[in-house]
Each structure stands twice: as C-alpha cells, then as structure tokens.
C-alpha cells in the first residue's frame, strides 16, 4: 500500500532520535522533524513520476501523525505521518511517511512520559540501532482548497490512499458562473435590446428580469453542485458514533455527491474502527477479570479456608470465655469468603470455563429466578458444534445482558432463552414478553445492544433487536459456528 | 472407622480440613494427594471409603477425578468440596458419581455431616442445590403439575418456604428458634418426602428439570 519507496536514513541525519518531551508543544515539534525528515528523504530519492518531485521543494507540512487503523502489522511497527506540500505547478499532493514505532517511542520513552505501554516497548530501545528505515509514498494530487480542505486526518483505509480533497468542485463553480455569465452576455449582444444613456422603465424591466434569470439560474445550477457540501455540514454537527441512519445516501455524480459519499465512507471507517477497538477493550477486559477471579479463587479464598479451618480447630480448645469471640471470628471471616467468592463470580462465572457454555447459561437462568426474577425457559438444540472459548464467553456475556435487560427495562414475565444450530451459525435468542422497545434505533444505548454488537464483532457475530411495544423484545446473537464443530 | 482420602491442592486447606475431621474419633484421614490425578493414583494402593476431592485442582480437577474413580469397581463414597456456590456444579458432581457437594465457606460446619451422610449412602444437599429444588417443586405444585404425594407437617412446611427463599439452616434456625440440627433433620426429611434422597433420583430430578444436561 504505502511501499513505493523504501530507503534507509543515515544516521544521524535527522533530530528524531533526540528526546522529545511528550506534550503538546514538543508534539509540533515532532511534526516539524518529521516533516524534515520526509523532505530530506524525498530530496535524496524522488518519486518515480516527476511531478511529484515538486512536492519536495517546499516545505512540508505534516498534518497527520500515528494514524490508528492503519493495517495492523503496519500499525504496529511504525507510527505514520502523513504530510503534504504544494507543488510549483499549483496542484498540492499528500504523501504518506511511515516511521518505525521505535523511533518515536524512543523519543518518548527518553522524556519519561508517556503512557505504560510505550514504556513497556520502549525497553527495546536500547538494542535498536539508531539507523531506521523510512517509506513514503505519494497519493494523488489534490487541490488545495480552503473550502473542502484537507480532514484532519485523512484515514488511510483499505482502498490503498485517500483522495485528500475533492478535485473539482472550485472548477465546477467557476464553470456554473462562467456560462451562465456566458449566457447572459450572449443574450445582451444578440437580442436587439439596447440601453440608453437615461435608463427608460422598459429597458430597466428588462435589465432586471435579466439578471433574475441570471440568478436564478446559477443558484439553481450551483444547489445541484454544493447542496450535498450543505447537508455533509449540517450532518457534521449533529452525528454521533454508534448509530445507524445517519448516512447521506447522495444520489448524482457531482462533486458534492462524491463529497457526502465519501464523508459516509469516512463514518463507515471510524465507526468500524471504533467498534474494533471498543471490542478489543472489552477482550482485554475480559481478560483480565478472568484473572483477577481466578486469583480470588485461587489465593485469597485458599487463606480464608485456612483460617475458617483453623478457627474452628482453635474453638473447640479454647477457654469457654473465648469461644464466643472466636466464632464471631469465624463468621466474619466466612462472610469475608462469600464475599470473595460472589465477586469472583460476578467478575467471570467459573461454570462457564469448569462446565461449558450449556451449563453457564442454565446457571444465569436460575439465577434470574432465583433472584425473584421471570421464568426462563431453557432450549438447547440437538447438534450445537463446539464453540471456541472466546465465542463461548461472547455468547454468555450477550445472554446475560439481554436477561438483564428483560428483568431490569422490560418487566418481563416470561423468558424463552434458546441456543441453536442455524446453518452455518449458531444463533441465540433471548425472546421476553415485558413491555418493549418503542424505537429500537433511539433506544440502543440504554440497552447495552451496542456493548452487545462490538462483542459480537470480535468473533464476526451479528445482535439484532427485534421488538414491539407491549408485545416484548427479541435479542438474537448469530456467530460463526466455526470448523472445529464436531457436535458436543 | 472411616477410612478418608483427601485431595486439595493447597496444603494448608488438607491440613486445617484434616485437623476438622480427626476430632470426630470415628473419622481417619488415611490418605492426602495434591491434585486428582494423585488421588487416582493412592485410591490404587490405600484402601478408603471415602474421598473428599476439591473441585478446582491442576493437573486433573476434582470432577475428572471424581468420573475416574466413580468407574472403578466398588468405589468408596466420594465427596466434592468447592468454592463455586452454584447448582450446576453440584449436579454435574451427582452425575458423574460424587453423593454430596461441600461449599469452602461452610466447610468448618457442614463437612462432617456431609461425610457420615456420603457413608450412610444418602446424598449431601448443599443449600443453593436445594433452594432450587424447592423452587421448582413449589412451581410445579403452582401450575398444578402432578408432584409426589407429600404430606409435610406445618414446621417442615415453614422450612420448605425458608429453603425455598435461599436462606441458610442457620438463618432458618433463628427465624424459627430452633436449633440447627433440627433444621437439618426437617430438609433431610423434605428431601426424602420429595423422593430425593439419594444421589441417582437427585441426579435424574436434575436432568428432567433441565437443570443439567443428561
């Protein structure tokens, strides 16, 4: 995507290496090195097609550093600027300038800022040599342009480059003007109007319904062109991630249906990444409470059996007078090991990893009765395939919030919580009868269906929503059944 | 004298379990392994007629063991301790041939009726297990299912709501001024009027219910 260059940087030719503190002013500073760099580099050895060459002969701005969602293994070893310059023919280009992670951890990591992970890389500092290899690449020329300017971060996607602006949207409107002024003239020298030194009423009639028609017709013609600019701004303002319907849906060819077009692909992409990465938080959530309950369970619920034993050893040795207080002791310290033990399973239900997913889920459904909740119903399907422990925590995590949801919003009486083979997926339904949903889309947030869908996400799983008013509310969970699935 | 197998991985826990059940000088802790596949291992070489296995072992956990040694011909009794306070587990040890399932945090009180119960060949109902039991008896009764034929007298009636409301014998005991031996006798009694005494009706009461998988 990026290689169209790659070259090895000298050492000692750039300032990179030196420490940079890790604040806002040193990150200007960054950018202007960066910028350095890449032009020095670009100098050295130009692009292949010569126009590009001009980028190199003006200074070069870098309006974009450690862009995420990238490609991840390009993510994860290099941080990326991306810069752009203006050519001396006028057209502006956008180049990409990937540098080694390393690079600008060391600065970091020398200033002693900085966030844990970076510390953590940053102990491969030392073993690096400080020469690093630096790859640009150039997109295509874009116009720079006030107007549509550059986004502040360009994503660099999948399609392999951005168009940095919209190329043609300044000619479109200084083609609208030109012909209908065009036009106008045409008009004024071809019909035999004439206008005197005195202006008469006529002539002035004329004149102005004239220049009505003129106007009109170039608002009408320009609408066509910056109505969707228009729409992407109002838009702008009011969108929210995390929803859907929010799309512009231009129709036409225009440069400003290209610009809602491409402003809905910009939405598509950080959308997707921030479900991507709310996933992968909730992955290293997960994690890490599967950590912390095994530890309870493991550690601190072994020391208060311990002394639950040995309390009771000592009680039946003691002194009558001790004795009272020793199982007041005692009580305590069982009541310190319920507590560890509800925590632990509030944290991550060991039934889930001792007795498998058929097992956590009847567990969850008398725990809602048991809790003086609805009635759940129970059907497991003949043939489930073995699922992978991540899917198997996803599945788990996704009936619970639903069941919480039908306890908590929904009112619910009844519950039907099913597991079955559909084809290729395994689906699960958690269908209630409580009171519903009005507006499925208003209402996700409040419902945790999108804490639902990221999880999903992280397996290639699909949550949909399904209710009406009065007449409950239908969660159903599809994930991939996988190619392990001999059936269990 | 019975003879008693111990198997938890935490040294500390055989000991103080161990130092519990030697004050009853009817019970002998004969053997101790540190995880099941140990267990497994003794259970060839010692004679016991009871092992008491820990749940969450390395190596092999108590339940893999608790399957091995429930296949061997003329098995002692076998006993699960755990800290997961959830029926699930308990069940799943009834199936795969354990007669009682001991919570950690009621160890110091519970376990040694446990081990005479598991002898006598009764089944060792934690409480969870049977505030779920209860439940669903009461449910069935509500929907005017067909339930066994049982005739409770009023005290055991209050016990069976108590049970039913998730309370421990020892809240029961102080809500009804009663000791909790008494108690203990009232659910034993309830049990076996609802034909559950043993560890086989428990277990296929557990499938129908569809508490467990079969």
Request: charged residues 25%.
């Amino acid at each position: 995507m990026l290689g169209s260059n790659q070259l090895d940087v000298e050492q000692g030719r750039t300032h990179l290496g030196q420490p940079v503190p890790h604040r806002r002013r040193d990150v200007t500073e960054l950018r202007r090195q960066v910028g350095l760099e890449a032009r020095e580099v670009m100098l050295r050895d130009p692009p292949p097609r010569r126009r590009h060459r001009a980028l190199v002969h003006e200074p070069v701005e870098v309006v974009g550093l450690e862009r995420p969602g990238l490609d991840t293994d390009v993510q994860e070893q290099t941080h990326v600027g991306i810069v752009r310059g203006a050519c001396t023919d006028g057209d502006g280009h956008g180049g990409v300038v990937v540098l080694p992670a390393r690079t600008m951890l060391a600065t970091r990591h020398q200033s002693g800022g900085g966030a844990a992970e970076l510390g953590k890389r940053g102990r491969h500092v030392s073993s690096q040599p400080p020469g690093r290899r630096l790859q640009y690449g150039v997109l295509p020329p874009f116009r720079a342009e006030k107007a549509t300017g550059l986004p502040d971060g360009p994503a660099v996607g999948e399609a392999g480059g951005v168009r940095l602006t919209n190329p043609s949207l300044y000619w479109k409107v200084c083609v609208i003007n030109g012909a209908v002024l065009c036009a106008g003239t045409l008009a004024l020298m071809l019909s035999p109007v004439s206008v005197s030194r005195r202006v008469l009423l006529s002539e002035a009639v004329v004149l102005v319904v004239g220049l009505a028609l003129v106007l009109v017709l170039n608002a009408t013609l320009l609408r066509r062109a910056l109505g969707p600019v228009d729409r992407v701004i109002r838009e702008m303002a009011t969108v929210r991630l995390g929803g859907v319907g929010q799309r512009i849906q231009a129709s036409g060819k225009g440069p400003g249906a290209e610009l809602a077009h491409s402003y809905d692909a910009m939405l598509d992409r950080l959308e997707n990444e921030r479900q991507t990465s709310n996933a992968r938080a909730l992955a290293a959530q997960e994690a890490e409470r599967h950590r912390i309950a095994q530890e309870l369970h493991d550690q601190v619920g072994q020391s208060l059996t311990v002394v639950l034993l040995g309390l009771k050893q000592l009680e039946a040795q003691a002194p009558q007078d001790l004795r009272d207080e020793l199982e007041l002791v005692r009580e305590s310290a069982r009541a310190g090991l319920d507590d560890v033990r509800r925590v632990a399973r509030e944290l991550r239900p060991g039934v889930l990893d001792d007795l498998g997913l058929h097992a956590a889920l009847a567990a969850l459904a008398t725990d809602v009765a048991a809790r003086g909740g609805p009635s759940v119903r129970r059907t497991f399907g003949p043939g489930l395939p073995a699922l992978s422990p991540e899917t198997e925590v996803v599945v788990y995590r996704v009936a619970q919030e639903a069941l919480t949801n039908a306890i908590r919003h929904a009112n619910a009486t009844k519950v039907d919580l099913s597991l079955l083979r559909v084809g290729p997926h395994v689906t699960l339904e958690v269908r209630d009868d409580g009171r519903g949903i009005a507006d499925t889309a208003t209402e996700h947030t409040g419902t945790g269906l999108l804490g639902m869908r990221d999880r999903a996400s992280l397996i290639g799983g699909q949550v949909e929503l399904f209710s009406t008013p009065g007449r409950g509310t239908t969660v159903r969970l599809r994930v991939p059944a996988g190619h392990e699935g001999d059936p269990a | 004298m019975i003879r008693i197998l111990l198997a938890d991985d935490h040294a500390l826990v055989r000991r103080g379990v161990r130092l519990i059940l030697e004050q009853q000088p009817d019970l002998q802790v004969v053997a101790e392994a540190s995880d099941g596949a140990e267990a497994v291992a003794l259970l060839r070489e010692v004679d016991v007629d009871l092992a008491i296995l820990d749940i969450a072992m390395p190596t092999m956990t108590g339940l893999q063991a608790a399957r091995e040694i429930a296949r061997r011909r003329e098995p002692p009794r076998i006993l699960m301790l755990s800290m997961h306070d959830n029926e699930q587990y308990f069940f799943e040890a009834l199936k795969l041939g354990a007669s009682g399932y001991v919570l950690k945090s009621v160890v110091d009180e519970d376990l040694v009726s446990a081990c005479r119960a598991a002898i006598r060949g009764e089944a060792f109902v934690y409480p969870g297990a049977m505030g779920a039991i209860v439940r669903d008896y009461l449910d069935r009764l509500a929907r005017g299912e067909r339930v066994p034929e049982t005739v409770l007298t009023p005290r055991e009636d209050e016990v069976l709501k108590l049970v039913a409301e998730g309370r421990s014998s020892k809240e029961i005991a102080r809500i009804l001024s009663i000791s909790i031996k008494t108690v203990e006798k009232h659910r034993a009694n309830i049990l076996s009027r609802l034909g559950m005494s043993d560890r086989t009706h428990l277990t296929r009461y557990a499938i129908r219910a569809g508490l467990i998988e079969p």
